[in-house]
């Protein structure tokens, strides 16, 4: 039989792969020419809810899109946006992600 995954497993899943989920949505969001940063808490978070749902590895895509949704649809519309940090308050409370702008100059 397997063994499920702890969290820590699910967070080295999230970043250490060469086509890491995180990785991929970083690319998603280059193309808008914004960067994209995960706060170790958020990484921690989303791992965590994979555990308690039970669903493991492949559940993770299903909590990042249901977390990156509308940032993906929202900040192409805000050309001054130049990072998003997405943090543990995010992930837990579903609020929304810190954007960093670019100060007019």
């Known amino acids: 039989t397997l063994s499920e995954l ?3 497993s699910l967070v ?3 970043q250490e792969p060469r086509n890491a989920l995180v990785k991929q949505y970083q690319k998603i969001f280059e ?3 914004v960067a994209l940063r995960f706060t170790d808490g958020a990484l921690d978070a989303i791992a965590q ?3 308690d749902r039970k669903i493991g590895a ?3 895509r299903m909590i990042l899109e ?3 949704l509308d940032m993906m649809f929202s900040i192409p519309s805000r050309s001054n946006v130049k990072e998003v940090v997405v943090s543990k308050d ?3 409370n579903k ?3 810190l954007a960093v702008i670019e100060k007019a100059g």
Do not use: K, T
Request: charged share 20%.
């Open 6 to 8: 702890d969290a820590a």
């Open 12 to 14: 080295r899943i999230l």
């Open 31 to 33: 193309f808008e020419n």
């Open 49 to 51: 809810q994979a555990v």
């Open 58 to 60: 492949r559940g993770l």
């Open 66 to 68: 249901e977390l990156m």
């Open 90 to 92: 995010v992930v837990l």
């Open 95 to 97: 609020s929304n992600p």
